[in-house]
């Protein structure tokens, strides 16, 4: 699902299968590149607890809204068979 | 031994470009031995004339309005001087006419890789609901429209918003039938009847270069985004893009239509569904060609590989992520040169 993605360290993410790019912040390269490496959308909250100080409810609502914004931008789309 | 010589049109290279000097420039850079390049130009005044390493000789043609006879004297002119072996026409109007002389070029030795006539038609904006009914390859639904007393029928086909076109040119966007009845004035006073009233589609659009064989097989296509427009709306930057389903879509329309040679395809990709739209077919390769080298697959030198009838094996899709960026650049040119176009119709630089 993530090959067409292009993420760099400094969070610059361009999109092959759309030609978008994107300024991701820390946080948000962070949850990418977890996506990217494999990591379950399940496990995410966690992983953001570990590596940033931030509360559960907070990592819970953060995580939701990027997953939604990676949808909503076509970023985490399937592609068709 | 002489060279391969390589004859390109449209030299023009303002703010709305023509394609020669990126076919011209695709050529240099994809030829293995160094060829012999004449440009075939229609005003002195094109920038393509001067530029240091385009063109070796350039011809001034006469417009594609006087005719098929007077551009096959002019070229056997030309092929008298210095023997042509592919002609590559580069713009939508003067195709007409050089299928009209594909023969007698031919027996001249001239070979070209150009859609065929009846594709000519297919691709015409007033005839584009027979891609959909004939061939399944779909497209915005849309009537033409030959007098303004079909406008107020309009609300039992279409939700508005519409696209309001011109057959050659200008698109305008209307909320209701009032607005369509002014666009349609607009374009009926400026390129004539009939207008096309298309659907309109929401979503993301994406501008595809590519070659077909003519039996149905795609020799390669490189889609690119757009990133930067110029107020006409033309591609002043862009970035190639690889979606497999964009990539199925184009590969299948270029089945349908057995396309033969260069094309630009304009298709959107439509925000909810994700279906894809045929919105333009244009018979030649757009003036972003050059992208197609930067992508590694370099489709003007593939073209005249075909012409020459070569096998040109078909071409993976390109990388993503590659970037053009247009820019302008004031050239410097001298008076002689200028004279001998004026005069003579005839500018040679490997002379000099």
Redesign the interface.
Known sequence: MYENLALSENGFLFDGRTGATYSLNKSGTFLLKQLIEGARPEALKEKLIESFDVDEATAARDVEQFLFRLKDLRVTEEDEA | MRPLTIAVTGLNATDNPAPGVPVIRSIRAGSPEPCRIIGLAYDPLDPGNYMEGIADDIYLMPYPSQGAQVLLERIAHIHGQTPIDVILPTLDSELPTYLKIQGDLRDLGVRMFVPHESQLRLRSKAKFNELKDNLGIEVPKSITLTESSQIPKLDDDFRFPVMVKGQFYDAYIAYSPMEVEGHFQRIRSKWGLPVIVQQFITG?E?DVVAVGDGRGGLVGAVP??K?QLTDKGKAWG????????LNRFIEDAMSKLAWQGPCELEIMREQTT?KHYMLEINPRFPAWVFLSVGAGRNLPWATVELALGRDVAPMEPA???VLFLRHSFDQICTLADYEALTTAGELHRTNK
Do not use: V
């Open positions: 993301e994406y690119m985004r990133m862009g970035i190639t893009i690889n979606d497999p389903g994700g990388a993503p992520g």
